[in-house]
């Protein structure tokens, strides 16, 4: 069911789920302070309570009234909104939202139904809208398929294409825990060395995850005959889960997937690659 964006506002005040559009892929929102609903969020997508979820907010102003704020997070702050979560230490954010962490992953995300739908509801807890484990959603129908009954604001396809850089600013060095389109080489050249993966736990990063119904296998870049050919890095990002979810409906097992060149948005479009054929 698609509803508009005063709809979703009415839905999300009274403790409801909505599905919306961001620019990297859909969200399962909820209102990031009514527990009800975001314990909601769990039981739709299936997902274990300890998996902390993001906690989407309008600008860096609310980013910082829900934590305690790094001064390492002011040299990256003008590439909100956009594509980069940062974990930082929780502040005022219910348990359910950070899974019992004392931290709390926050990032404004850069679609106008997102932004309008937070400067009317308020934070907003939205993880990926797929089931647990599965690929996420970059356009509205791919939310249908997946959850008939929750209500979707359609935002058109989504232009990244995969989820936020996530980017942790807890320790001594800051740690990317995922990446997407704001690379390494950016937040290295804003903020010195960056630690890469390790120890601090973000559970959507577990090596089996994003992962298509047919076998996923990868071949190097530029292997002709690919089901996914490779493409450039942002065209491939973007249209990446799109095919996933199109080799599945049509049957293909094994998927053969061509890695990207692993520049730029390539190395996060590699690493989901290699999640999904990881299982
Ligand atoms: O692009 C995105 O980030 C999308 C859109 C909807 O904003 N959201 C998304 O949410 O990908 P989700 O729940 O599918 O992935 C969130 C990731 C998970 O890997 C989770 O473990 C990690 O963020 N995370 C959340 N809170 C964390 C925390 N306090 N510490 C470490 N990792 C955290
Ligand atoms: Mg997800």
Same mark, same amino acid.
């Given at each position: 069911m698609r509803i508009s964006v005063p709809a979703a506002v009415e839905r999300l005040r009274s403790g409801g789920l909505v599905a919306m559009p961001t620019e990297t892929v859909y969200g399962l929102a909820a209102d990031a302070l009514c527990e009800p609903a975001v314990h909601a969020i769990f039981a739709a997508k299936g997902r274990p309570a300890d998996h902390p979820l993001i906690l989407h907010v309008a600008d860096a102003d609310a980013a910082r009234a829900h934590t305690h704020w790094d001064p390492r997070g002011d040299g990256l702050?003008?590439?909100? *909104? @956009? *594509?980069l979560t940062l974990v930082l230490p929780r502040r005022g954010v219910p348990d359910v939202v950070t899974g019992g962490h004392d931290t709390v992953a926050v990032r404004v995300p850069d679609h106008p139904v997102a932004l309008a739908l937070l400067r009317g509801v308020g934070p907003l807890a939205a993880p990926s809208a797929n089931r647990f484990g599965r690929v996420s959603p970059t356009r509205a129908e791919h939310v249908e398929a997946e959850f008939p009954e929750i209500p979707v604001v359609d935002g @058109? #396809?989504? #232009?990244? @294409?995969l989820e936020s850089t996530i980017l942790a600013l807890i320790g001594p060095v800051p740690r990317l825990l995922r990446p997407g389109a704001v690379t390494l080489e950016v937040l290295m050249e804003r903020l010195g060395p960056v630690d890469v993966g390790g120890d601090i736990a973000a559970p959507g990063t577990l090596p089996s995850h994003y992962a298509p119904r047919g076998r996923v296998l990868l071949v190097p870049a530029g292997t002709p005959g690919a089901h996914l050919p490779t493409l450039p890095p942002e065209e491939y990002a973007r249209g990446l889960y799109d095919a996933l979810r199109a080799c599945d409906d049509a049957g293909v097992d094994p998927i053969v997937c061509a890695l990207a060149p692993p520049v730029g948005i390539g190395v996060a479009v590699n690493d989901r690659l290699r999640r999904a054929a990881n299982r």
């Open positions: 702050i003008d590439l909100w *909104p @956009g *594509p @058109g #396809a989504c #232009a990244v @294409g």
